[in-house]
């Protein structure tokens, strides 16, 4: 799909304004990332991150449309503990709400609390949470909370819960099968509208609340997926790159009839998100913006081949 673009090649928003940088000022408590929003992406990140503004990533989204794959854009960003940061990301996704709407992507956003606000206040996460929720359903534009580390869990399963209380659905969650109350909330979860994501786990938390060993998370995210299909109504996504989970899920889909999406990230089985897009909804997650750094670290901890991928981008092979 083409993105309509004006004559400068920006993409138009709204009311004729034009797609800027959307990246904000830095004043978090990140150090890790890049400061400057201007900041290029390096080709050693550029398989994983769809660019530096707003603009790159909905032209990447119109590109993976066309291969029937929707995208999930995420402003890179976590950890501010200022009120000024959160609320910066918070109007940049407004603007994305807008944009998304004006180019007629197929494309849902997705938000990490600490990145509106949670390490300000949890009242400052719910505020800019509820904004962005409700000029997202204004649009008709789907919106995620990403899970972070299990510190978080509470608040961000209750701002959920307002929200698509609120709005019956429209909104969706992250859930970690590796912590061990993952089970006890999905049962929270079946009674509530709105989707819910299941992944493994990107942190990595103490072993008193949590699976630390690999074969045991995979099969607490088995067991999980099973809850899900059998109590869910209104939509699962099984986030995960693992062929033994999709293939878990295609199974229990079999058995139950239930509805899901499978949700991938940018950069990793792209050939298999475009094969499985042929038979169910798949979803690309696809972050963009300066603060680039700590995703990329994430993905390449995850798995090292990561590193080997990223590598052979810097090397054009
Ligand atoms: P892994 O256990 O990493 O790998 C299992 C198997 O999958 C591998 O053996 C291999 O066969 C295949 N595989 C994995 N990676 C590759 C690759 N690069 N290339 C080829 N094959 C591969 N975590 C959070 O904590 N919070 C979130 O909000 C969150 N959101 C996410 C959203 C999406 C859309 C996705 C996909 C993941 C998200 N995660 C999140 C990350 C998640 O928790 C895992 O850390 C991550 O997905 C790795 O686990 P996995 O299930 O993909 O498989």
């Not at 083409?2 to 920006?10: C, D, F, H, I, N």
């Not at 899900?228 to 996504?237: K, P, R, S, T, V």
Request: charged share 25%.
């Amino acid at each position: 799909m083409a993105v309509a673009r004006t004559a400068s090649g920006s993409i138009p928003g709204p009311a004729g304004a034009t797609l800027k940088n959307l990246g904000g000022p830095e004043t978090g408590t990140v150090k890790a990332g890049p400061t400057d929003p201007a900041t290029v992406i390096p080709p050693i990140a550029s398989r994983f991150v769809a660019g530096e503004d707003a603009a790159t990533a909905l032209d990447h989204v119109a590109s993976i449309n066309d291969d029937g794959v929707a995208g999930i854009l995420n402003l890179l960003g976590e950890h501010y503990d200022d009120r000024a940061a959160a609320a910066a990301d918070r109007d940049a996704y407004l603007e994305l709400i807008d944009d998304i709407t004006a180019t007629g992507v197929d494309a849902c956003i997705s938000v990490k609390p600490s990145q509106i606000g949670l390490d300000v206040g949890e009242s400052v996460f719910r505020e800019n949470f509820a904004q962005i929720v409700e000029a997202a359903a204004d649009q008709d534009v789907f919106v995620w909370l990403d899970m972070e580390d299990h510190t978080t869990t509470d608040a961000t399963l209750d701002a959920f819960e307002a929200e698509t209380t609120a709005y019956d659905g429209g909104v969706g969650v992250c859930v970690q099968a590796n912590l061990r109350r993952t089970s006890e909330d999905l049962e929270r979860l079946a009674a509530l509208p709105g989707k819910v994501r299941l992944v493994k786990g990107a942190y990595d938390p103490p072993a008193d609340i949590a699976f630390r060993n690999k074969e045991r998370v995979n099969t607490a995210y088995k067991n999980d997926l099973a809850y899900m299909f059998e109590h869910f109504d209104d939509g699962i996504a099984v986030g995960s790159h693992d062929p033994e989970m999709i293939d878990r899920a295609r199974t229990l889909h079999t058995e139950h009839g239930t509805d899901y999406e499978i949700q991938m990230l940018m950069g990793v089985r792209e050939d298999a998100q475009r094969r499985f897009a042929a038979e169910v909804p798949v979803y690309q997650y696809v972050p963009y913006g300066g603060k680039w750094l700590s995703y990329f670290y994430r993905r390449v901890l995850e798995r090292k081949e990561n590193l080997v991928f990223a590598l052979r981008a810097v090397l054009g092979r």
